[in-house]
């Protein structure tokens, strides 16, 4: 649900199916931001406040997430090695 309810946005956007490091997806109100920091969380935004965050602060460089095909959501770092994953 969160892909298809969010717009594509950061400067480094190229498809769905993956955030890297400083890209982000905003609601079509402009009121929600995921957001995949350099620091490898992932947080979730309501305006300025962080709502959620997926507490993976420092357990990785080079971090993106990906909207995998069997409908995982998953986070790996520079190693392709998973570092938080939700199904």
Excluded: A
Aim: net charge positive; with cysteine; charged share 20%.
């Amino acid at each position: 649900i969160l892909h298809k309810t969010c717009i594509k946005s950061g400067p480094n956007y190229s498809s769905f199916s993956r955030l890297r490091e400083g890209d982000f997806l905003q609601s079509p109100n402009l009121v929600f931001i995921l957001y995949m920091k350099f620091d490898c969380n992932l947080v979730l935004y309501y305006g300025k406040i962080s709502i959620w965050d997926t507490e993976t602060s420092g357990k990785g460089i080079g971090c993106f997430l990906r909207f995998q095909k069997d409908g995982n959501l998953v986070i790996y770092n520079q190693y392709h090695n998973v570092v938080w994953s939700y199904d």
